[in-house]
C-alpha cells in the first residue's frame, strides 16, 4: 500500500470505497469522479493481447477486439524453455498494452497439466511447477518492465474446465506445497506481480475467491505479496466473505455488491479497515497506470517468429530425414492445417491476430517449383474419400510427403475438457492411407496438449510437434522442416502413451461437485519415472540436428544445504544449435515418499559445432526440500543425496552424490513414539537395557538383540496392554533412563531448525 492510496481511502466515503472494490465495467476499474479517481482498463492477454473493442462491456464477446500479436501459447514457449526468450514475449505484450491503454494483462497462466485432458493446457507452461515458476516469472518480469501490470492465474488449483465455477478440488497439503503452489509462490517472491487472480473453484470446499489461508495466510504472510487479488471473472459467489478473506476486486461487476459491503461494514460483520486496504490497493494499481507508447508489430511479428522457433518439438527424425535437402526432388504437402494454420486455443485467451503465416506458402517459397499440396481432411472433421483418394494419388508420385495433422480448435477451448487424447478419425485414416502409399512420412502436428502417438508413430520416418506455435507458426514450421533452423524446444510435459497411463486417470474430473487428487504429489514424470512406466516420449525429451555431450560434472557445497552445480555442454555435430541441460535431485533415503527424481534447475545454452560452454546452476535448500505434513514445514533431511544431469528426464548422462547436513527437527520421542522408534534412535540402547533390568526384554523379544514386528510397531504407552504389571509410572520411568547419558545430561527433545511454518 502506497502513501498515497492510503491517504486517498480515508477522504473517501464509505460507499466509494466499496465501489473501487468492484469494477466499474467487464474491463475497467471503477472510477470516482468526485474524488478524481479515474478507471483503468485490463484486458486478457496470456500469449498476446485482447482488448475487447465491443460496446456494452460484455465479457464474453471473445471475437470482438483489437488486432494484436498473437504469440506461442504458454503450451510452446514453455517447450522452448528459454527464460530470456520468454521475458521478451512478456515486453512485447507490455508494449502493445501500453499502446492501447491497457494498465494489467491478465497473464501467465501458471497452472499445472495435472492432466492431458485440460481444456485448457494450451494456456500452460508445464507439469512441473520449477519449469512453470521460471517461465512465468520471465514473462512477468518482461510485461511489468513496461509499467503494465500482469495478473498471474488462476490461484490456485485450477487444473480443469468441468464444473470449473463450483467443483471442489480436494487436494492434501503436501501436495499443494511442492506441486501447485511453488510456481505461484516463485512468481510473487522474485517479481512482485501487480495482481494474482483468485480461480474459480474451491479448494477443499472453500471458493478460491473466499479462501482466507490462499489469500491472505499464504500469499500475503508467507510470500508476502504486496499487490492486488482480482476475481477470475465472475467467481465470486459472497462479496464480503470474499473480501474478508483478502480479495481485493471483485470482477466484472454485479449489481447490489458494492452496497452489500457498505451495509456489512454499517452493520460490524466486516471490519472498515479491511475495506480500506482493499480500496487502497485498488487505487495503488489506478496509480500505476502505465503511459501509453507506440509499438512495433512488424518487429513483433519476427519475435513471435523466433518463439515458434524455439517452441517445436522434434519428437522423431529416423535416419536424419530432416532436414529437407534443398534439392530433394518433389514433396507432397498434405493436411487442410497447412494451409488453414490450428496456431491458438479458444475462449478468453484468443487473439486477434495482427497476420497469420501459413506453412503451405513458406515451404513453397523455400522449394519454388517442388511443393504440391492436398488438404486431405476437412476441418469440420467429416470424413471425405475423396479428398484422401486425392492425397494418396499426391504423395505416391511424391520423393516426400509433409502431412499436417493435429486437433481442431473446438476440441481445445476454455469451458470444456478433452474426453480423450486421439487424433480425429478422419485424420488418422488419412495417415493410414498415406503410409500405405509411402515409406518417407514426417508428421507435422498443431495441438495444446498432448495425443496419442503409439498406435502410429511407427509408420512414419518424424514427427515434429509444433504444439500450437502462434501467428508465425507457418514460416517457423518451414523453416525447421528445412534446417534453416535447428529445433531446439523439449517436451514440458510427459507424452504418455495412453490415457490409462496418465496418474490422474481414476480421478479426473471427478464428480458430485468434488474432484480429489489422488494422485498426490505423482503427477506427470514424477509418476512415470517413479514407476518405470513407459512412455511415448519423456519430460524433457527433444531432437536436434547436432549431436550434445555432457562432461565434468562438479558438485560443491556452498552450505549446509545448498550445492553450486558445474558440468560441461559441448556440441558434438555439424550443425550449430541448442541444447537444454537439466538438473535433476535424486534423494537417495528420504524420509518420507518421494518421486524418483525431480527437476530443480535447467539452462538453454547455443553452441557453434565443437564448441563447449561450462554451466554453472545454484541448487538452494529448497531444492532438496519436502513439505513434511506431521511438521507443517519444509524439511531437508541429513543424508545423501545424487545430482543428475540429463537431456531428459529419462536420458541422464552425469551423476555425483551430495552429502547434506540437513534440517529437519525431529520430534522428540514420547510415550506416544513406539518402540522401533526408540530402539533406532541413539538412546535405544538405553532403553534396551532399562527393559532389560526390568524384566521385560524376553517378552518383547529383545533377548536376543532382535525387534520383532509387532512390537517394534507398538507405542511405548501401549505397552501396559501387553506386559502385566507394567503400569504409565513405570513408562515415563523407562523414558527418564534413556534420556540419562550418565554426565548428567538428558537427550531427546528434537534438535534443528523449523522453517516456513503455516501462520496460525
Known sequence: MTERSDAGVHG?????????????????????????????????????????????????????????????????????????????VGRAIGREAAAEGVSVVLGPGVNIKRSPLGGRNFEYYSEDPVLAGRAGAAFVRGLQSTGVGASVKHFAVNNQESDRMRVSADVDERTLRELYLPAFEHIVTTEQPATVMAAYNKVNGVYCSQHRWLLTDVLRGEWGFGGLVVSDWGAVVDRVAALSAGLDLEMPPRAGGDAELAAAVARGELAESVLDAAAARVLALVASAPPSVPADLDAHHGLARRAALESAVLLKNDDDVLPLAPDAGSIAVVGEFARSPRYQGGGSSHVLATRVDDALSAIEALAPGRVAFAPGFTLDGRPDPRLVTEAVALAGRAQTVVVFLGLPEHAES??????????PADQLALLDALAEAHEEIVVVLSNGSPITLAPWQHRVAAILEGWLLGQAGGSAIADLLFGVANPSGKLAESLPVSLRDAPSYLHFPGGDGHVRYGEGIYVGYRYYDTLDVPVAYPFGHGLSYTSFGYSGLRCRRTGPNTVAVTFTVTNT???????????????????????????KAFAKVTLAPGASTTVTLTLDERAFAYWSPGRSCWTVDPGAADIQIGASSRDLRLCERVELDGDAERPGLTADSTLGEWLTAPEGDRLRA??????????????DGGLPPMPAATPLSRLVSFLPG???ADIEELIRAARDTGDGSRTGHGHGRRRDRRPA
Open 690 to 703: 532399562a527393559l532389560a533390568a526390568a524384566g521385560h526384554a524376553g517378552a518383547l523379544g529383545l533377548a
Open 414 to 423: 476454455e469451458g470444456l475438457d478433452r474426453t480423450g487424447l486421439d487424433l
Open 12 to 88: 473517501l466515503t464509505l460507499a466509494e470505497k466499496a465501489s473501487l472494490t468492484s469494477g466499474g465495467d467487464a474491463w475497467h476499474t471503477q472510477a470516482v469522479p468526485a474524488a478524481g479517481i479515474a478507471a483503468v482498463m485490463v484486458a486478457d492477454g496470456p500469449h498476446g493481447l485482447r482488448k475487447q473493442t465491443a460496446t456494452g462491456g460484455d465479457a464474453l464477446a471473445l471475437s470482438v477486439s483489437t488486432p494484436a500479436t498473437c504469440f506461442p501459447p504458454a503450451t510452446g514457449l514453455g517447450s522452448s524453455w528459454n527464460t530470456a526468450l520468454i521475458e521478451q
Open 573 to 599: 555435430g555439424e550443425r550449430a544449435g541448442a541444447e537444454i541441460a537439466q538438473v535433476y535431485v535424486h534423494p537417495i533415503d528420504p524420509g518420507l515418499d518421494r518421486p524418483v527424481h525431480e527437476l
Open 726 to 728: 507394567l503400569t504409565g
